[in-house]
């Protein structure tokens, strides 16, 4: 009985995670569809697409992958470039660890390996209040992310030769309205709310000024990590 119990839970708990990722999906639909024509656009097959996105999963470094790959860039050169542009997923890694400490490590890794911005955002949101938060949740959102990303940039490779301009239909900016959103929910009060703007605009002086020493792409990275520095101070 008890067994059964906990099997149903289990369960309940993994399709609420499914179920707190499906406002995220519209956003990898689109980025996902922009990224599977931008791959096909530089020279990259259908499958080569589908497995850079099942291997490497991380939407900024394949469309930065794709560019080097037109661009005849060496693979030292691309596998480099992509690591740095992964470099984040520590630090996302490493804030989020504490709710998942009485995991093994075997779980911890495989939730780590699927773990996106986006997801890393939700668990943030899922996290706040609570000392845990459940493994079976977060596979759930994991999953259904990952399983999306893969279907959209399928989709993008092989309809790419209908769409010659994607920034025409705004699929560029889904990203940034997907975030902005998930922001926007996971905002509680107005302490949080203080919190943010400072986060967010410490991260546009630091890009704005690394961007006059660095290319645009760096600075990004710069102000990310470093605004993820001042984030974890201030919620301090």
Not at 16 to 33: E, M, N
Not at 139 to 159: E, H, P, R, S
């Amino acid at each position: 009985m008890l067994e059964e119990q906990r099997i149903h839970v289990n369960s309940n708990e993994f399709l609420k995670g499914v179920k707190d990722c499906i406002p995220t999906l519209f956003g990898y639909l689109s980025i996902g569809f922009a990224c599977g024509v931008v791959s096909k656009s530089c020279g990259m097959t259908v499958l080569e697409t589908v497995a850079m996105s099942t291997f490497i999963y991380a939407g900024s470094a394949q469309f930065i992958a794709a560019s080097m790959i037109l661009s005849s860039a060496s693979i030292t050169q691309t596998i480099l470039t992509v690591f740095l542009v992964n470099l984040r997923h520590l630090l996302m890694s490493a804030a989020i660890a504490p709710y998942f400490k009485d995991n093994s490590l075997k779980k911890n890794f495989t939730v780590g390996m699927l773990m996106t911005d986006e997801t890393f955002a939700l668990a943030s949101s899922e996290g706040n209040n609570k000392s845990n938060i459940s493994y079976k949740w977060m596979i759930g959102v994991n999953v259904t992310a990952y399983l999306n990303w893969i279907a959209a940039t399928f989709v993008g490779a092989c309809f790419s030769s209908l769409i010659y301009d994607y920034k025409k239909f705004g699929l560029d900016f889904a990203l940034p309205a997907m975030f902005i959103g998930l922001l926007v929910s996971s905002l509680k009060d107005n302490s949080e709310v203080k919190k943010s703007a400072i986060v967010v605009a410490f991260s546009a002086i630091i890009f704005i000024v690394a961007v006059k020493f660095f290319s645009a792409n760096t600075a990004i990275v710069i102000s990310a990590v470093l605004g993820a520095f001042i984030g974890g101070v201030v919620k301090k």
